[in-house]
């Protein structure tokens, strides 16, 4: 090679290829080392939901922007899916980290009552965050509706707190055996492992209805009036000639699998409002399916583009791959974990039948407009196992689209890479943050316990729990922190800081913002948050309140339940109107079944379902990891024939 020409173009070649193999101080493939985050920016509202009545006064909101990594740039912000009638101002403006603009809603006179979900949209070059409100209109009659409060997501909202702070019917005065019971059952036709969902003043067939959902592992939807106890409709997902599963010899789901996970609901899709369902079915040819549903939540109709069957790959070598890629097999999955609708993408987390191989970590991503899957990502993807579960829970998210998990026992890889993540991508029984940025699923953050390979070989997980997101929370410093709690197996409360995790060392969680060992029973179940109080419900224990002062939890419980629950412990749900009136629900899995209530602020009981005389309250079986849904003066539980109905009597 004499020719100079030819020798420069040859240097030049080499240098460009060592660069992209070796990173040249940028993004190294394989390792992911990079040379820093790049400037970027959250979005947070100072409230998530805003009521206005039809002719009446303008209610507000605030938006504000939060620099990250040097940002500094101007955010171009739009808001989108305003109800017909309702009008915002300013509706589009430029938003400046650190100074938050107000917008204000007004209803005409002749705008309809319901909920939908407005989204802010801000926009700065190639960065894009959305931020969701629910945005409520209530009739301009002096007789508004009875409630205006929805129900559409597990735990009431995506950081499943598990509180319905507008509750002004159900109070610790009238919440007793002599005012308060059983009012009646909804029957269905399998078990109901799926959280009711609820909404308000729906038009049905011409008439406004609150409506209860439900559904059941024999594949079917259910739409209740939730005050007369009428069926207004009822919608079979399985397919022609199909079956539900069967329960691949497994009893977490048995005897039948058709829907397990909890729906989401968004009251702005389609022509009346939209509920996403995942079904699992079985055809004639003994092949399994599973599928997304869009449903109408008038008519339980399927909506245009639905179903679609649920299928996806992913580079790795782990477990059920071929030709270097991961293989979906509907047949060795559930879907458990509440369904999350974050920035019009419904995300599905999967797990397996028992510990059933081969199977690894699954999170996919689905728009909701054209139900195709957007994003997927396996968080075991050379190795194994990794489900995620959760008793339920379902996933949570933070205003800048995060999402949050507790990963299940699998293959975790002790050797880290240049940034601290494990070198072949593989998170099992982990505490996970994953970054939907750019319709892009990717591990932005992690928690792993310094023996976590061992937990993970004695099934002693973290992934039988459910993450939850706590506020914004100040120390003594007047320093905010944003945390999220966990627990699983092994006992111990885990509360990680969401902008750095801990990530893991192989010597010892000190790197991990607070942890409290032996605290609590194992977990099988999800927390609920209410008035600075974490309260945990774990197997063989009691209900415990954990109270946090300067943005620490307590190590030890200030009150306690004197039940205790036998397996799977109880996922706690609380009803409040505001800071007052705080009821903690409760279900007991046992035969029969026991729904509590608890004054939140001592756990002192005050109702329970067997205390009324002849078991007039008594409801049937337990249904192991079912969650009370309390609204409007009503509580909703789930079992393995029905949906029982509680509230005052009459």
């Known amino acids: 090679?004499?020719?100079?020409?030819?020798?420069?173009?040859?240097?030049?070649?080499?240098?460009?290829?060592?660069?992209?193999?070796?990173?040249?101080?940028?993004?190294?493939?394989?390792?992911?080392?990079?040379?820093?985050?790049?400037?970027?920016?959250?979005?947070?509202?100072?409230?998530?939901?805003?009521?206005?009545?039809?002719?009446?006064?303008?209610?507000?909101?605030?938006?504000?922007?939060?620099?990250?990594?040097?940002?500094?740039?101007?955010?171009?912000?739009?808001?989108?899916?305003?109800?017909?009638?309702?009008?915002?101002?300013?509706?589009?403006f430029s938003l400046t980290p650190g100074t938050p603009q107000t917008v204000s809603f007004t209803a005409a006179s002749s705008a309809a009552a319901g909920t939908a979900t407005?989204?802010?949209?801000?926009?700065?070059?190639?960065?894009?965050?959305?931020?969701?409100?629910?945005?409520?209109v209530n009739s301009s009659s002096s007789s508004p509706p009875p409630s205006a409060v929805d129900v559409v997501t597990y735990h009431y909202d995506v950081g499943r707190t598990g509180l319905n702070a507008n509750e002004t019917t159900l109070t610790l005065a009238n919440v007793?055996?002599?005012?308060?019971?059983?009012?009646?059952?909804?029957?269905?036709?399998?078990?109901?492992?799926?959280?009711?969902?609820?909404?308000?003043?729906?038009?049905?067939?011409?008439?406004?209805?609150?409506?209860?959902?439900?559904?059941?592992?024999?594949?079917?939807?259910?739409?209740?009036?939730?005050?007369?106890?009428?069926?207004?409709?009822?919608?079979?997902?399985?397919?022609?000639?199909?079956?539900?599963?069967?329960?691949?010899?497994?009893?977490q789901i048995s005897p039948q699998i058709g829907i397990t996970s909890t729906p989401v609901i968004d009251r702005s899709a389609g022509p009346n409002g939209t509920i996403f369902v995942v079904g699992m079915s079985k055809d004639a040819s003994g092949a399994y399916h599973q599928r997304l549903h869009a449903l109408d939540v008038t008519t339980g109709a399927e909506l245009t583009g639905s179903p679609?069957?649920?299928?996806?790959?992913?580079?790795?070598?782990?477990?059920?791959?071929?030709?270097?890629?991961?293989?979906?097999?509907?047949?060795?999955?559930?879907?458990?974990?509440?369904?999350?609708?974050?920035?019009?993408?419904?995300?599905?987390?999967?797990?397996?039948?028992?510990?059933?191989?081969?199977?690894?970590?699954?999170?996919?991503?689905?728009?909701?407009?054209?139900?195709?899957?957007?994003?997927?990502?396996?968080?075991?993807?050379?190795?194994?196992?990794?489900?995620?579960?959760?008793?339920?829970?379902?996933?949570?998210?933070?205003?800048?689209?995060?999402?949050?998990?507790?990963?299940?026992?699998?293959?975790?890889?002790?050797?880290?890479?240049?940034?601290?993540?494990?070198?072949?991508?593989?998170f099992g029984n982990g505490f996970l943050k994953v970054s939907t940025a750019n319709n892009k699923l990717t591990v932005a953050d992690y928690f792993e316990m310094y023996n976590t390979v061992d937990e993970s070989n004695a099934d002693e997980d973290l992934g039988s729990g459910g993450a939850l997101l706590l506020p914004d929370l100040k120390d003594a410093s007047g320093t905010v922190h944003h945390l999220a709690v966990g627990a699983g197996k092994d006992q111990n409360i885990y509360v990680v800081d969401r902008d750095?995790?801990?990530?893991?060392?192989?010597?010892?969680?000190?790197?991990?913002?607070?942890?409290?060992?032996?605290?609590?029973?194992?977990?099988?179940?999800?927390?609920?948050?209410?008035?600075?109080?974490?309260?945990?419900?774990?197997?063989?224990?009691?209900l415990k309140a954990f109270p946090i002062t300067n943005a620490k939890l307590a190590t030890t419980p200030s009150f306690q339940s004197a039940t205790s629950f036998e397996y799977p412990g109880t996922t706690p749900a609380i009803s409040a109107n505001g800071t007052a009136n705080g009821i903690v629900w409760a279900v007991e899995n046992s035969s029969p079944a026991v729904l509590h209530a608890y004054n939140a602020a001592t756990l002192a009981e005050i109702y329970n379902s067997n205390q009324a005389a002849g078991g007039r309250d008594q409801f049937g079986d337990g249904n192991k990891f079912i969650t009370p849904v309390i609204v409007n003066g009503k509580v909703f539980v789930g079992t393995p024939n029905s949906v029982a109905e509680f509230g005052l009597l009459h």
């Open 176 to 251: 007793n055996s002599s005012s308060f019971g059983l009012l009646r059952t909804f029957p269905v036709d399998g078990s109901v492992d799926a959280q009711p969902l609820y909404l308000s003043s729906v038009t049905i067939g011409g008439q406004s209805h609150n409506v209860v959902y439900a559904e059941t592992e024999n594949g079917s939807v259910y739409a209740f009036d939730a005050d007369t106890g009428t069926q207004l409709w009822k919608k079979s997902v399985l397919g022609a000639n199909e079956t539900p599963s069967d329960d691949h010899g497994c009893g």
């Open 500 to 542: 750095s995790m801990g990530k893991f060392s192989s010597q010892n969680d000190n790197a991990v913002y607070q942890e409290i060992d032996g605290a609590i029973g194992g977990v099988w179940s999800m927390p609920a948050y209410f008035n600075g109080t974490v309260y945990y419900g774990a197997v063989g224990d009691t």
């Open 118 to 136: 407005a989204q802010f949209t801000g926009t700065s070059g190639s960065l894009s965050h959305s931020v969701s409100l629910a945005l409520t």
């Open 308 to 426: 679609v069957e649920i299928q996806a790959s992913y580079p790795g070598t782990g477990e059920n791959s071929s030709g270097g890629k991961v293989i979906f097999d509907p047949g060795q999955y559930a879907e458990r974990a509440g369904l999350l609708l974050e920035n019009g993408v419904i995300y599905l987390g999967w797990t397996s039948h028992c510990d059933e191989d081969p199977y690894t970590g699954w999170l996919m991503g689905y728009s909701e407009s054209t139900l195709q899957q957007t994003s997927v990502l396996n968080l075991t993807p050379n190795g194994g196992e990794g489900s995620i579960w959760m008793a339920g829970a379902g996933l949570a998210a933070d205003s800048s689209g995060n999402i949050y998990f507790l990963d299940a026992n699998g293959t975790f890889d002790t050797t880290l890479n240049s940034s601290g993540f494990p070198a072949s991508g593989d």
């Open 1 to 92: 090679m004499n020719d100079p020409r030819q020798r420069a173009l040859f240097l030049f070649c080499v240098a460009a290829l060592t660069g992209f193999l070796f990173g040249c101080g940028h993004t190294t493939v394989g390792t992911g080392t990079k040379t820093g985050p790049s400037p970027d920016f959250s979005l947070a509202l100072s409230v998530s939901s805003v009521s206005v009545t039809a002719g009446g006064t303008a209610q507000t909101d605030s938006l504000s922007a939060t620099a990250q990594n040097g940002f500094s740039g101007a955010i171009q912000v739009t808001l989108t899916g305003v109800p017909t009638g309702v009008t915002a101002s300013p509706a589009s």
